[in-house]
């Protein structure tokens, strides 16, 4: 789907825009009569999508009726997902960019899960849930702030639910973490850390025929992510992917449920990864057309909030220069910190305890601790996700995101998850455009948060 359409007068036609609304009872599913099955549609059916597919259909308690793509080589992709699984081929929406909406019109359409490139995102979740369809969303930021609040106010309206389909809030380490935290281990949260630090140019940049690694082209000249999301680095600066480090924290932190995220301030260093990568690939060099663009975001950006609680979070976005991948989560409380360096495997940490660690001053390395401490989820369907994407991670997110459906039961990454962790990014633009000021985070929850409870994984069930 490209960036170059009339997004204004599209959210006009799609979204509930004005104040906000306000409803005393919290949203649940738009049926509260449990189901057997969860019968599923597909928007957007790029890589991404893949790992979702594989995961629902190895379940007997889900079918996918329906996909939508306007790309027929992408509907090819997916179809080889359902092959593999020797699942009946859904049905097909690919007429253009707004097809999909032919598919929120079945009847045999309970759910969709949104895999489309960003700037889609809050339009598709609203078209659906004004359909009556739940939507799971994936992750990046808002393009703009009104659509955090038209995304809230749309499932306020109809009732219907919206999870927050962040994968990393599940990962195994993280998730321990978590359980310490909420056994007092850390003592009181003063501090969080984390981000999207992933050398992503072999992503931005392609041939057009193979997806990674493989050339210089973005845009209409691509293949699969380098044909929009480059075009972000192109035009803006901020946090432009701000959930994966975020999430994690702001659970730890009870955000929305017991404290949220106030202001914020944002930073950004110059741009020179991503020309720099043209320049020296055999495919490119200095005068390849590609050389002459300016690209806007800063290669470093860093990004400071404010808590209500009075805790402090650091996001940074890196995603532009040569590094090994890491998001960069801290954990820091009057006890002790634990801090990664990573890819979430159970030695790829330091933690401190000072009174376990006799005030040694000393760093422990974490794969004890986190063995020790291993979430009950992961515990009971440790075995049973492996093999799914991001290192099981997928698993977790989609299980949650059909049991909920399948109970009628409130998401643990809901609608206002949503509005406050896409909020960062046009905020972080922003600020960083007049200079780092701070900028205020709107309460998505008009008030909700100070008696609203934790519901994310407090159990093995889900």
């Known amino acids: 789907m490209p960036a170059n359409f009339n997004r204004r007068n599209f959210i006009k036609a799609s979204a509930l825009t004005g104040a906000a609304l306000t409803l005393n009872n919290s949203i649940k599913a738009f049926s509260n009569v449990k189901k057997d099955k969860v019968r599923m549609g597909i928007i957007g059916t790029g890589f991404r999508s893949h790992e979702h597919m594989g995961n629902f259909l190895q379940r007997e308690d889900v079918e996918i009726t ?165 075009e972000h680095n192109r035009t803006r600066n901020g946090e432009l992917y701000p959930t994966h480090g975020l999430g994690p924290i702001a659970v730890m932190m009870d955000i929305n449920k017991g ?69 960069g989560f801290r954990v820091q409380g009057t006890e002790g910190l634990w801090q990664d360096y990573g890819s979430g495997g159970k030695n790829q940490g330091f933690i401190y305890f000072q009174k376990q660690m006799n005030h040694s001053h000393k760093w422990d390395g974490t794969e004890k601790w986190l063995a020790d401490n291993d979430h009950p989820l992961w515990k009971k369907y440790g075995a049973q996700a492996e093999g799914a994407g991001h290192g099981g991670m997928d698993f977790f997110v989609d299980h949650a995101f059909i049991e909920c459906i399948k109970r009628g039961a409130d998401f643990p990454l809901d609608v206002y998850d949503y509005a406050t962790w896409y909020s960062i990014t046009p905020l972080s633009e922003k600020s960083i455009l007049e200079g780092g000021t701070l900028q205020n985070i709107p309460d998505f929850t008009k008030g909700k948060w100070k008696t609203r409870k934790q519901i994310f994984a407090l159990n093995d069930e889900y």
């Not at 939507?135 to 009104?146: D, N, P, S, W, Y």
């Not at 999870?163 to 009181?188: H, I, P, S, T």
């Open 259 to 327: 404290n949220r995220l106030t202001k914020l301030s944002s930073i950004a260093s110059k741009a020179r990864g991503l020309h720099k990568y043209i320049v020296e690939h055999p495919k490119g060099g200095p005068d390849h057309p590609n050389a002459k663009v300016n690209f806007k975001c800063g290669d470093i950006v860093n990004t400071q909030l404010q808590c209500a609680n009075g805790e402090t979070i650091l996001l940074t976005h890196d995603v532009s220069s040569p590094r090994p991948y890491n998001l």
């Open 66 to 230: 329906a996909i939508a793509d306007p790309q027929q080589r992408s509907i090819d992709e997916a179809l080889k997902v359902f092959k593999q699984y020797n699942r009946p081929e859904p049905a097909i929406y690919k007429n253009g960019d707004t097809d999909y909406k032919n598919l929120l019109k079945r009847d045999d359409v309970d759910a969709v899960m949104i895999c489309s490139p960003w700037q889609w995102h809050s339009i598709q979740a609203i078209d659906a849930m004004n359909a009556g369809k739940i939507a799971g969303v994936e992750v990046c930021g808002a393009i703009k702030l009104q659509e955090c609040w038209d995304v809230v106010n749309t499932s306020e309206k109809t009732k219907v639910p919206l999870m927050m389909m962040e994968n990393v809030c599940y990962r195994r380490d993280v998730m321990a973490v978590l359980n310490m935290v909420r056994q007092g281990m850390f003592g009181e949260l003063l501090h969080g850390q984390g981000g999207y630090e992933h050398d992503l140019r072999g992503v931005l940049f392609n041939d057009g025929v193979t997806a990674y690694d493989s050339g210089v082209e973005f845009g209409k000249n691509a293949y699969s992510e380098a044909q929009w999301r480059t």
